[in-house]
């Protein structure tokens, strides 16, 4: 069963050869590797033409830029796998992800059509930050539930069955900002859901930056990527909906409380409180302080757990 990576690029001279790295010693073998650079001005283009060179599973396409989504899809249109798996060019996988991806595949139905896992959250240096990353195990039909929580993280976790990905294409150019999750949640309206509940993906949460007009652009998003959502799917009922908004609200403020963006964070919260005062007596509340909490005590877990770098370790 041939699966099919794809890596979009842009400007990643810094973090593209570690990644790269962590697909190659991938034990599943019967990949293809497709890197679409998408209009880099640094050393991205050349870095993996000679890792080409090496491996001759490796294809390289480039255009000018046009964002994550156009290169995903690029990537998408020249593969040939039967699965498709995504992988942002600043991210690590584990050495045995893709063979349990698709040892779930093998073990399950044909409807389901996307299987993820659980991530750690990596520094710019490659090691463990914090207790945990995304690890909540969802399976089956996940619509509603994905759309209150993205459960599934980020782009780097999912391999899809390519004969049900959307079309006409798998990303919709025209979202920009929350581009991942709304594909996730195309696919899981369109098909079942699968988990491996192992920290298979290293994923580096903290190399850019945000600031409060980010965070406008994040929440009209988030607000477009519901619109389209409805036009698609006009049945969501409006408590689902609801719970959808304070969820967005909830995880985004975690981000940014993450990255010590702390006006920020209160600020996006205080949006939350008004809009969803119910949502205070929430388990995603209560969530939301033990975070705060354990966060106060960051440096204590920090020297811990910067003993093992994710590509050392075995069991993650």
């Known amino acids: 069963m041939s699966v099919s990576v794809v890596i979009p690029a842009y400007n990643a001279e810094r973090f593209i050869r570690q990644t790269l790295d962590s697909v190659l010693n991938q034990s599943y073998r019967d990949m293809e590797?497709?890197?679409?650079?998408?209009?880099?001005?640094?050393?991205?283009?050349?870095?993996?033409?000679?890792?080409?060179?090496?491996?001759?599973?490796?294809?390289v396409y480039s255009q000018t830029n046009k964002g994550g989504s156009a290169a995903r899809n690029l990537g998408v249109e020249k593969s040939t796998g039967e699965f498709v798996a995504f992988l942002d060019a600043d991210d690590l996988w584990h050495p045995h992800k893709i063979q349990k991806?698709?040892?779930?595949?093998?073990?399950?139905?044909?409807?389901?059509?996307?299987?993820?896992?659980?991530?750690?959250?990596?520094?710019?240096?490659?090691?463990?930050?914090?207790?945990?990353?995304?690890?909540?195990?969802?399976?089956?039909?996940?619509?509603?539930?994905l759309l209150k929580y993205n459960f599934i993280g980020n782009g780097s976790v999912a391999m899809v069955r390519r004969n049900?990905?959307?079309?006409?294409?798998?990303?919709?150019?025209?979202?920009?900002?929350?581009?991942?999750?709304?594909?996730?949640?195309?696919?899981?309206?369109?098909?079942?859901?699968?988990?491996?509940?192992?920290?298979?993906?290293?994923?580096?949460?903290?190399?850019?930056?945000?600031n409060s007009a980010n965070i406008d652009r994040q929440i009209n998003s988030y607000k477009m990527m519901i619109q389209r959502l409805l036009k698609l799917y006009?049945?969501?009922?409006?408590?689902?909906?609801?719970?959808?908004?304070?969820?967005?609200?909830?995880?985004?403020?975690?981000?940014?409380?993450?990255?010590?963006?702390?006006?920020?964070?209160?600020?996006?919260?205080?949006?939350?409180?008004?809009?969803?005062?119910?949502?205070?007596?929430?388990?995603?509340f209560f969530r939301f302080i033990k975070l705060v909490l354990r966060w106060g005590h960051r440096k204590i877990f920090r020297t811990q757990l910067r003993k093992d770098l994710f590509l050392g370790s075995k069991t993650l």
């Open 164 to 210: 049900l990905i959307p079309k006409p294409h798998a990303f919709d150019p025209e979202q920009i900002g929350n581009d991942d999750i709304y594909f996730y949640l195309k696919m899981a309206a369109l098909s079942e859901v699968g988990v491996v509940p192992e920290f298979l993906v290293g994923y580096r949460w903290n190399t850019g930056q945000n």
């Open 33 to 59: 590797i497709i890197i679409v650079d998408d209009g880099s001005k640094d050393a991205t283009l050349s870095i993996i033409q000679d890792y080409a060179t090496r491996d001759d599973r490796i294809k």
């Open 234 to 284: 006009p049945d969501i009922p409006k408590s689902v909906l609801k719970h959808a908004d304070a969820g967005f609200y909830m995880s985004y403020a975690q981000t940014l409380f993450k990255r010590k963006q702390y006006g920020h964070a209160i600020r996006l919260l205080g949006k939350f409180v008004l809009t969803h005062p119910p949502y205070l007596v929430s388990q995603d």
């Open 101 to 145: 991806q698709v040892d779930v595949f093998l073990n399950s139905s044909e409807k389901v059509g996307l299987v993820y896992t659980f991530s750690r959250m990596i520094d710019t240096q490659g090691y463990i930050e914090g207790q945990t990353g995304a690890c909540v195990a969802k399976s089956g039909d996940v619509f509603y539930d």
